[in-house]
Structure formats: structure tokens, C-alpha cells
């Protein structure tokens, strides 16, 4: 059984932080990593991917990937109100088309 | 920006009818899913669509569902008698040729089971 782990949370950080959300996986297989954002009743939607290990950053948002520790992490920086929502870890294993979304974490950015 | 879109929104609907979700996706994609997330609980992969057939499917997607592309640019899912733990929300994605894989969802529809 492939899993994605994340911390269901509530994570709580105050405006202008740097939020940090983490996810491991159990496959060593595993070919690519993608955060989406999801807010309350609404669907997914893709902030970014990385398959590399290091850092990929796309403005305020800093994907880390370390496949022999089998995690990847999502750092928001000058956290905004805007970014409350939870945002869903997924993977994509090597030979499967599919993504495997770990349960998400919720975050809630204080003003 | 090309988006994948879904019908109906929302569906009510009584224990044992058939239901279709039907979904639009993004025009040059290649690669279709439904994804379902019950109130409260994770994002589950229900079935993976390819070059007219399916790809990949999950524990979940038993006999009583279905999907088909009956033309160029639908993508429908069938649930045949639908029972109460179907309820829940539905997502339709779809994803290019890419080797990354990222999948673009639609909004969803909301399948509520009386």
C-alpha cells in the first residue's frame, strides 16, 4: 500500500511568518511530488510540483524534496490571510499515472 | 486559462438510481481521472482513463461504476445504483502528455445520496 503521510494540523501561523507543511511518503519509487491548495468546498489546485531533490521556489512558495528521507515539504513565506486553506501532498509512483493525495493539513494564517 | 469543467454542481439523488457526472476536460489533455472526497476525508483516486480505455482503477471503483468518452471532449462517470456511502464530492481531472503528471481538477460535483 503506497501512503502519503501528512499532519492533518490545524497549523496555526501568524501574518507575515513562514509557514511550513510536511509530507513523507512509503515508496522509494516514487517519481513525483505536488502540492495543491484546497479551500473549504472547493476542488485541488496545483501550487507546484518538484521531482529534483533540493528546493524549487515560485515566489512566496519553496517546494524541498528529499527522496533518500522520503519527504517533501512546502514553505510559504510573508504568510497572508488568503493562504488559510489545507493543502494536500501528492504523488505520482513510478509507472502509474495516477497522484496519491495524503489527507492534507490545514493551515490558518492570524492576521 | 483552460479549465476542466463538471455537471451538475450538485445532485440529489434516492439510494439504488443511477447517477452521471459528466466533466469537459482541459481540450489537448490526454489523460482522464475522477477523484472522489467524502465530507471531511482525503482525496481518493477512483479511475485513470487512456487512449479510450482505463488505465488504472481503484478497490473503490467497483462494478457499479463506469466511465466512457463517448465523443472528443466528454468524460462521464456512471454510478449505477447508487447507495449511501456514494455521497460525496466527485472531481474530474485531467492531465497533458507532461512526464511530470500534474493534474488540473474541475470544481466538482456534489453527489448527495438519500
Known amino acids: 500500500q503506497k501512503e502519503v503521510e501528512q499532519n492533518s494540523g490545524p497549523l496555526s501561523v501568524p501574518e507575515g511568518a513562514i509557514a511550513s507543511l510536511n509530507c513523507t511518503y512509503s515508496d522509494r519509487g516514487s517519481q513525483s511530488f505536488f502540492w495543491y491548495r484546497q479551500y473549504s468546498g472547493k476542488s485541488p489546485e496545483l501550487i507546484m510540483f518538484?521531482?529534483?531533490?533540493g528546493d524549487k521556489e515560485d515566489g512566496r512558495f519553496t517546494a524541498q524534496l528529499n527522496k533518500a528521507s522520503q519527504y517533501v515539504s512546502l514553505l510559504i513565506r510573508d504568510s497572508q490571510p488568503s493562504d488559510s486553506a489545507t493543502y494536500l501532498c501528492?504523488?505520482?509512483?513510478?509507472?502509474?499515472?495516477?497522484?496519491?493525495f495524503g489527507q492534507g493539513t490545514r493551515l490558518t494564517i492570524n492576521p | 486559462e483552460p479549465e476542466v469543467t463538471q455537471t451538475p454542481s450538485h445532485q440529489v439523488t434516492q439510494m439504488g438510481q443511477e447517477v452521471i457526472l459528466r466533466c469537459v476536460p482541459i481540450s489537448n489533455h490526454l489523460y482522464f481521472y475522477w477523484y472522489r472526497q467524502i465530507l471531511g476525508q482525503k482525496v481518493e483516486f477512483l479511475v485513470s482513463f487512456y487512449n479510450n480505455e482505463i488505465s488504472e482503477k481503484s478497490e473503490i471503483f467497483d462494478d457499479q461504476f463506469s466511465v466512457e468518452r463517448p465523443d472528443g471532449s466528454n468524460f462521464t462517470l456512471k454510478i449505477r445504483s447508487t447507495k449511501l456511502e456514494d455521497s460525496a464530492m466527485y472531481f474530474c481531472a485531467s492531465a497533458g502528455q507532461g512526464a511530470t503528471g500534474e493534474l488540473f481538477f474541475g470544481e466538482g460535483s456534489r453527489l448527495t445520496v438519500l
Open positions: 501528492a504523488v505520482k509512483y513510478q509507472g502509474a499515472q495516477k497522484l496519491v
Open positions: 518538484i521531482y529534483s531533490n
